[in-house]
């Protein structure tokens, strides 16, 4: 009898522990209700890149994982979330009519996870007079510097100082070369390396490429030809790797230290290249904690991936795309009453949020209050490279040089918001 | 600056629009289709040949195959739908192939996708030359030589066969020589099975040389476009030599800050001033 009772403890005591392992993988998703939420619809829409010069679906795809999990965990106070995300092609015209489409015809509350070359020069002035705010990922300078739009992502701006600055910081570079493949709005970037090269005493030399070009050997004999002692290049992984290959058929590396902005951290980049030759030679700014970080809000996103985001590729973007998505869910849930969920209330909700801590960022995500008329709130971030086919991280959390971010941390010290505990 | 290494540079890429370039004036001369598909075509071939050295097959065993599914997707053409609109207007026919490019170009951006970073690697990539201080990739002299090689058997095909003769009396006059007996469909369907093994070789080297995009290999056409209209789409040697211009400017337009971000309209600003130069008569409407 003794063994039998004993048997039944531990069979008991098993099932506990599969149970409580079970909880612990389920990931945490809004009100965690576990009941479907049935109510009226919450439109929320994206224009995202899905075509032309650049493909960036992964953020919205993270931003459906995560609204799925949550329309699975009672919604908004019951309410589900519908996502509806359009392809800008890459295009203005296109930009413009996708916004048209989601704010004007399906009344979406609030854009989240857009992440686009050019979305921000089509559609700032429109979401401000549509007092629609749009938090995704963003590359020209609208997309900092506009009353309606704050950003997950560092930028490319912040992200190739902060590259840039480790080489002239850790790697001696004196001159460099800032390497950007020519489209509307991105000037900014280059322009950026340039004053913060003024500041430092760095000469930059800014060269454009043609992103059509597919002769990408020639380009790599232009930034030979300059003698610089480092290279800034910016570009999607895709694009950056064939231009890899072909410094490393004029032994490039030996002749000047690259550098790259977050845009290369991927997780297939390193099979993308040769990575016994870019071994200890290639340095990469990382806006966000490692994909494999045991961080509770990356081991969260990577909980929600599983479960809901089915084949959708784990990355830097898909990270962003899960905190912008999780901020509006945040926001959307301190309006008490479900009827009153409405555009003008959850633009209210979340410009009056409160700052969310989270360890994917170096600092929290905030927006600022609804004076705010610029917005960088990711602007720390942290240097990797490839080391033996993976990528490794060489610093912490380092703010960015760039010289035009006093207005932001001045907005940062009266809000008394610094770096987060969890990243440091 | 020195313009040399930028010289040495466009080789490669000069030889890939040399290869583009005689695979559509071959297929012009015999059939007067301008083939928009042989950037798709060749697209196929590199995609299928990377594919299978991903499952373990080896290269050249893969590249084979990658050069067979193209060229038998030309010749596929070439027999079932070329014959059906081999009487309709030239722009018609060129139309046609448009929209076998763009589905061929969704089929790719399907399956494979667009965007990712992934890289066709031959074992010739890391052996060079120095020309000009540069390192000339033995896969930019390979693309070269193999260049160089078709077209001189492309030359003999047309010079010393039966099929060449034929090929040639369609160029120069299709309804007569189909009425002294000129097999018109076979020989037709034969400058497709050329064109699509053109475009299967050049499709790999460009996956190599550049990028292995379903994007920028289907829009490889528009630049050996450019080369073709330079060759006035009627001769060999020409097409040749305008590939490789068109490669060389497209790599010495770097050197010019003002217009390197847009150096990939240098090829059709050399067509354009090319045909100015020797003048419209004698440009691509001169064969109707």
Not at chain 1, 108 to 115: A, D, E, K
Not at chain 1, 276 to 283: E, F, H, I, Q
Not at chain 1, 395 to 421: F, H, R, Y
Request: net charge neutral; charged share 15%.
């Amino acid at each position: 009898m003794k063994s039998a009772v004993r048997l039944l403890a531990v069979f008991a005591g098993i099932m506990l522990a599969g149970f409580v392992s079970q909880a612990q993988a389920a990931p945490d998703c809004g009100e965690n209700t576990g009941q479907k939420a049935t109510g009226k619809p919450i439109p929320i829409g994206a224009v995202t890149s899905m075509s032309g010069i650049g493909s960036f679906k992964e953020a919205d795809d993270a931003a459906r994982a995560y609204f799925d999990c949550v329309n699975a965990n009672g919604g908004i106070h019951g309410r589900p979330i519908t996502y509806h995300d359009e392809d800008d092609q890459s295009q203005l015209d296109v930009a413009a009519q996708a916004a048209k489409k989601l704010v004007g015809d399906e009344g979406v509350y609030v854009m989240i996870g857009s992440t686009s070359f050019i979305e921000c020069i089509a559609n700032a002035d429109y979401y401000i007079k549509q007092n629609v705010l749009e938090i995704g990922l963003g590359i020209p300078s609208q997309c900092f510097q506009s009353k309606n739009i704050a950003e997950v992502n560092a930028g490319p701006r912040q992200s190739g100082i902060a590259g840039a600055d480790y080489a002239r910081r850790k790697l001696g570079a004196k001159t460099l070369v800032c390497s950007i493949p020519k489209f509307p709005g991105s000037d900014y970037s280059c322009r950026g390396l340039e004053e913060w090269g003024n500041k430092y005493g760095v000469k930059v030399t800014s060269i454009y490429s043609d992103p059509v070009s597919p002769d990408y050997g020639s380009l790599v004999l232009q930034f030979l030809a300059t003698g610089a002692d480092a290279i800034m290049i910016y570009g999607t992984d895709d694009t950056g790797a064939r231009i890899l290959d072909a410094a490393e058929q004029q032994d490039a590396a030996a002749k000047m230290k690259w550098t790259t902005p977050t845009s290369y951290y991927t997780v297939r980049f390193p099979a993308a290249i040769d990575s016994k030759y870019w071994n200890d030679r290639l340095w990469v700014n990382a806006e966000l904690a490692p994909l494999d970080s045991k961080g509770k809000d990356n081991q969260n996103w990577i909980a929600v991936m599983d479960a809901y985001g089915g084949k959708a590729l784990r990355d830097s973007f898909s990270q962003a795309g899960y905190i912008a998505a999780r901020v509006a869910v945040n926001a959307m849930l301190t309006i008490k009453n479900p009827d009153d969920i409405n555009r003008n209330t959850v633009t209210a909700a979340i410009q009056n949020m409160k700052p969310y801590e989270t360890d994917i960022l170096c600092m929290p995500w905030y927006w600022g209050g609804p004076e705010a008329s610029e917005h960088n709130p990711n602007h720390v971030t942290r240097t990797v490279t490839l080391h033996d086919g993976k990528w490794t991280n060489l610093e912490g959390c380092v703010a960015d040089a760039d010289p035009g971010l006093a207005n932001i941390e001045a907005m940062e010290k009266k809000l008394g918001i610094q770096i987060s505990d969890t990243a440091k | 600056m020195n313009l040399l290494p930028f010289v040495a540079s466009g080789i490669g890429l000069g030889a890939v629009y040399a290869l583009s370039s005689v695979g559509l004036v071959i297929l012009y001369r015999a059939s007067g289709t301008l083939n928009f598909a042989f950037g798709a075509f060749g697209g196929i071939s590199a995609f299928l040949a990377w594919q299978l050295t991903q499952d373990g097959v080896p290269l050249a065993v893969s590249s084979i195959v990658g050069v067979a599914v193209s060229t038998g997707i030309a010749y596929a053409y070439g027999r079932v739908f070329a014959p059906r609109l081999a009487h309709r207007d030239r722009v018609v026919r060129a139309i046609a192939t448009l929209g076998l490019a763009l589905f061929l170009f969704g089929g790719m951006a399907w399956y494979w996708g667009v965007g990712v970073a992934r890289r066709l690697v031959l074992p010739t990539d890391l052996n060079f030359v120095l020309l000009f201080g540069v390192r000339l990739s033995l896969t930019r002299l390979i693309a070269l030589a193999v260049a160089l090689a078709m077209i001189g058997a492309v030359g003999l095909l047309l010079s010393r066969t039966r099929i060449g003769l034929g090929m040639r009396a369609l160029a120069s006059d299709r309804n007569i020589s189909a009425a002294i007996g000129v097999r018109v469909v076979q020989i037709d369907s034969l400058a497709w099975l050329l064109n699509g093994m053109f475009a299967g070789i050049a499709g790999i080297l460009l996956a190599n040389i550049s990028r292995l995009d379903p994007g920028t290999l289907t829009f490889l056409v528009i630049p050996a476009i450019a080369a073709a209209i330079m060759a006035r789409l009627s001769s060999l040697p020409g097409a040749f030599v305008g590939g490789m211009v068109a490669g060389m400017i497209e790599a010495l337009l770097v050197a010019v800050p003002e217009a390197a971000n847009l150096r990939s309209a240098g090829p059709y600003i050399a067509a354009l001033i090319f045909l100015m130069i020797v003048g419209a008569g004698q440009g691509v409407g001169a064969r109707e």
